[in-house]
């Protein structure tokens, strides 16, 4: 029998692929994959995508057919993955387009200690498994293009209505903004990102356990070539502004991430 493939990062799957490992481990979906669930698939459908996941699977190197026993053996440590994303119970689901029109979709499964990474790359899904949730923010931050000023001067929050920032996106003007109750400086530096933004991007915090979603908080990304700005949206509706820098982007996720980790799941 010829030998298992050895694990190294990043892992690249197909949805197939993925649909495959999946079902091995017995999951219904993963959050933020695009992946038909096989409890939406009739039976034919699902040994079709089944076969065609498995034959990639064996294909290049994961799973290996022993003809003495009739068994096939499946690489542990990418089993292990999947099952770390497939049980995580924080789940951050990003997604963000730049300027040029290019689209981002990236992911991250927290379970215990172990943080999984997902890149969509085209039609591929792309895994690595980080050691712990800083050097995930970390990664997450450094995706991100133009990158976080590394540090802000003097640091900034406001909040706006569901209303009022649809306005404010639709007609960045200072004036505006001052009717809305922002505050001189904030005003300004707000009204600069939103008249020349570089990306607008949505990251949704999730708690989660088994796939099942308990609660989640929405966030928002703008970036320009010198100032970023995330949006934390209330459960009242409103909308919480901060500039950051990288720092305090990690910083600000990290510290809702705890949050929502601290609510019980019974």
Known sequence: MQAIRELTYPVRLSSAGLFALLSLVSAPTLLGAGVKSPYTLDEAQATALWEQGSNELRKHGWLIDDPTTHTSVINEDLLLLIISAVNAELVVLSTWQNDSG????????????????????????????????????????????????????????????????????????????????????????????????????TIDILRTEATKVIESRIVGIILADTTAWIGFVTPDGLTDYHNVGEADFINLLDQAMSDLNEINVR
């Open 102 to 201: 290019r689209k981002y979709d990236v992911a991250y499964y927290e379970h215990g200690h172990t943080v999984v990474e997902m890149q969509m790359l085209g039609s591929l899904y792309e895994f690595t498994v980080l050691s712990n949730r800083n050097v995930a923010l970390q990664c997450f931050a450094s995706h991100f293009e133009p990158a976080f000023p590394q540090a802000i001067k003097q640091p900034i929050q406001f909040q706006l209505t569901q209303e009022q920032a649809l306005a404010a996106k639709q007609n960045p003007d200072v004036q505006l903004l001052h009717t809305f109750g922002v505050s001189e400086i904030a005003a300004h530096q707000f009204a600069a990102t939103l008249q020349k933004p570089r990306l607008y991007g």
